[in-house]
């Protein structure tokens, strides 16, 4: 089942932001842009360890915290599984967390017991920085690639907070939706995609394509 919470409104871009004949173009792709470089684009790849957060709330200001390695992680075998295809990911520490972000998705970690991985809740996040001001659409895809196996049958959370504002809010057992959602942005504020444990975690698609709109 799926809940989500979008939230319109009117500001007109800022200077310097060209628009395409319909009104609207996209200045950001999280698949187009996915890169081996923090900050590439403006995007950058992390995570939220929420089991060590002693509010349990994220916080954009304070919770982001970078992933270290980019590549292939042979103990986790993500990269190279047989089912899927993430191609080179970005891991906290392959063979002792299942945490990590790819072009089209991510793999959050959690408590369960996974022999002898780790036992934590961490959030993987997408983070992009704007670099307009203005109203935006946020359009994508949410939802499982990997719905089986003991720890992977259940439910998974996908997030996207604007400027310390939840916008999306999803939950998902098996499959999942396209969304659309609007919000406005300043130049140099964070737009965060999350996905974090649930009673499973898993691979999981989330994508987003932002655009920059002048509609009312």
């Known amino acids: 089942m799926l809940s989500f919470v979008a939230l319109s409104f009117g500001a007109l ?8 004949k319909e009104g609207v173009e996209i200045i950001a792709d999280s698949v187009r842009d996915f890169s081996g470089s923090q900050g590439a684009s403006g995007w950058s790849y992390g995570y939220w360890d929420r089991g060590s957060d002693r509010d349990g709330v994220y916080d ?41 972000l790819w072009a089209e998705g ?3 970690h959690g408590t ?13 996040v997408r983070r992009w920085v704007s670099n307009v001001s203005g ?21 998974v959370q ?9 916008v999306y809010e999803g939950l998902f057992g098996d499959g999942g939706e396209s969304y659309s959602v609007s919000a406005t942005v300043k130049q140099g504020s964070p737009v965060d995609f999350l996905i974090g444990p649930g009673s499973a975690i898993g691979v999981m698609k989330f994508t987003g394509a932002i655009r920059a709109t002048t509609g009312g």
């Open 60 to 100: 954009q200001s304070n919770d982001f915290r970078r992933l270290e390695h980019f590549g292939a992680d042979p103990i986790n075998g993500l990269s190279e599984h047989a089912e899927f295809d993430t191609g080179e990911l970005w891991y906290l520490e392959d063979g002792r967390y299942y945490t990590s």
């Open 106 to 108: 991510g793999h959050p």
């Open 135 to 155: 109203r935006v659409e946020i359009q994508g895809h949410a939802g499982k690639v990997m719905p089986w196996g003991e720890n992977w049958a259940g439910d």
């Open 13 to 20: 871009l800022g200077p310097g932001c060209a628009t395409s």
């Open 158 to 166: 996908f997030r996207i907070l604007v400027g310390g504002s939840s």
């Open 112 to 124: 369960m017991d996974l022999g002898t991985y780790t036992k934590a809740e961490h959030w993987v």
